[in-house]
């Protein structure tokens, strides 16, 4: 069966850090570039970043490069997302993502036209 199962999420401080996982199975993540994306509150979802396997490369939204890295393992099939120095507007639900191919670039990383597979989803809520 292939899926991808999250987990990770929960209540946490600003300035806080947390790190969501994302197992897969049935299937190679070798084979699909890896993009985390997120949904706040009465928002549509939008991409957060995307590793692009073919390449290296690795896109951010600009609200969170430099606080979030996206991060895999390949023996473990399994890829994460780390999330420091949290802020209230991090809030939302978080999602990984299997792009259709290895590849994500500048333009089109964070289009979910291109995504096969999404998580279940996992809740971060950043508050005092």
């Known amino acids: 069966q292939v899926q991808l199962v999250e987990s990770g999420g929960g209540l946490v401080q600003p300035g806080g850090s947390l790190r969501l996982s994302c197992v897969a199975s049935?299937?190679?993540?070798?084979?699909?570039?890896i993009a985390w994306f997120r949904q706040a509150p009465g928002k549509e979802r939008e991409g957060v970043g995307c590793f692009s396997t073919s390449d290296g490369n690795t896109y951010y939204l600009d609200s969170v490069r430099g606080r979030f890295t996206i991060s895999r393992d390949a023996a473990k099939n399994t890829f994460y997302l780390q999330l420091n120095n949290l802020k209230p507007e991090d809030t939302a639900i978080y999602y990984c993502a299997t792009d259709r191919s290895r590849f994500c670039g500048p333009r089109t990383w964070f289009q979910e036209r291109f995504i096969t597979y999404w998580g279940q989803g996992t809740q971060i809520t950043v508050s005092s």
């Open positions: 049935g299937f190679n993540l070798d084979a699909h570039a």
